[in-house]
């Protein structure tokens, strides 16, 4: 099966909310070192919601992809549903199965967010 769907590819290509915010109110950055992915993402909070999300990335199609729909995702939800979260749900955006080496890419936006929420 060909990891590199039309949407993860899509996503790759024209990341959505790609881009550093002027002014977060929460930023962090997240390191794969086993093949050199790196995320940083930055957030606008108010009233316990994300009002607004951006990151700046470099990497892998699987882990800049699997930022950008978590981004879109993330985008006006609450924090407290944000913390629940769990790896399943990043791989049901992506649609497809994760094999045990493509993990860490695919949840390196995940642990990002669960970085600056915590």
Do not use: W
């Given at each position: 099966?060909?990891?590199?769907t039309?949407?993860?590819?899509d ?26 992915d790196?995320?940083r ?9 994300v ?16 930022m ?5 995702y993330v985008?006006?939800?609450?924090i ?13 955006l992506?649609g ?15 642990n990002a ?6």
């Amino acid at each position: 099966m060909d990891i590199y769907t039309e949407t993860i590819l899509d996503h790759y290509q024209h990341p959505h909310h790609a881009g550093a915010l002027g002014k977060p109110t929460i930023s962090t950055t997240e390191h794969n070192p086993l093949c050199g992915d790196v995320i940083r993402l930055d957030l606008k909070i108010n009233k316990d919601t994300v009002e607004e999300i951006g990151f700046v990335g470099n990497g892998c199609a699987i882990s800049q992809a699997s930022m950008s729909m978590l981004a879109d995702y993330v985008e006006g939800k609450k924090i407290s549903v944000l913390k629940k979260l769990k790896p399943k749900d990043i791989y049901n955006l992506l649609g497809i199965t994760i094999s045990p080496g493509r993990t860490k890419c695919a949840l390196l936006g995940l642990n990002a967010l669960q970085k600056n929420l915590h």
